[in-house]
């Protein structure tokens, strides 16, 4: 099993080659894996309950944070996230079962691993993400559990050949933001597997009131005077992006280990 409660297909996914992008851009930094599914609504219940069970597990045992990870949810369909360290990972996954192996919290593992049998749900998507500090906009302080109750996340398709184009651009965008003081960390991350030529932008908030509203993008870029500058970022961009997609989901604290998105 891969932490925590995926299938098989996801391993084998995920031990496949991936590709990266050109090897001048900004360097990476943290490593993800992001698996996606859709739960069956009749089991959504039982499915939160049994990760819920997992992290009680993992508490008793003081499992190392290392192995950490946190869910976001919108309706039916959820995302797992955990950081990894490289590559080298992969090849032992289930490195983290095995540290439950001769602790107090065996058997309910085996129990829980048994009743996560029963429940549906369909493998939408399972990718490797790499954080990409020059693209980032990150803030002086770490967002609190509160602050990050939300989250948008931005696909960005790019023309073939733009890589470092993009880069720039990204870097761009992030200084713009600082330069508004955009009260939101937005992350960038390049897709290494799941997606070539993908880019995606993570944005943490906290009311989607104040993100829509007094702290939206185009408000404060016109109250800072950046209109000018915005719209330089915008024609670059549409030169070279190819499909943009948007979504949606709120955190699920209760179903994550040690880990504040």
Do not use: C
């Amino acid at each position: 099993m891969l932490r925590p409660f995926l299938t098989v297909a996801l391993l084998v996914a995920a031990a496949m080659p991936y590709t990266a992008v050109a090897q001048e851009a900004s360097p990476g930094g943290q490593k993800l894996n992001v698996a996606m599914f859709r739960v069956l609504p009749a089991d959504v219940v039982q499915f939160e309950a049994a990760v819920e069970k997992l992290v009680a597990a993992a508490q008793e045992i003081n499992l190392d944070a290392g192995y950490g990870w946190f869910y976001w949810n919108d309706l039916f369909d959820y995302s797992l996230v955990y950081p990894f360290e490289n590559m080298a990972y992969w090849d032992d996954p289930e490195q983290w079962v095995r540290q439950f192996q001769g602790t107090s919290a065996e058997a309910k593992m085996n129990e829980l691993f048994e009743e996560y049998a029963t429940i549906s749900m369909e493998v939408t998507a399972n990718e490797i993400l790499e954080t990409v500090p020059n693209w980032s906009y990150l803030l002086e302080e770490a967002a609190s559990s509160e602050q990050s109750a939300f989250i948008e996340v931005t696909d960005i398709w790019i023309k073939s050949g733009k890589d470092m184009e993009w880069d720039a651009l990204a870097q761009e965008y992030a200084a713009l933001l600082a330069e508004i003081e955009y009260p939101y960390p937005t992350i960038g991350y390049r897709v290494m597997f799941g997606g070539a030529g993908r880019m995606i932008y993570v944005t943490l908030y906290d009311s989607r009131e104040a993100f829509y509203g007094t702290n939206s993008l185009d408000r404060l870029i016109e109250a800072t005077g950046q209109t000018a500058a915005w719209s330089d970022i915008v024609e670059k961009y549409v030169a070279m992006a190819v499909r943009q997609e948007a979504r949606h989901a709120i955190a699920k604290p209760n179903m994550g280990y040690r880990i504040i998105p």
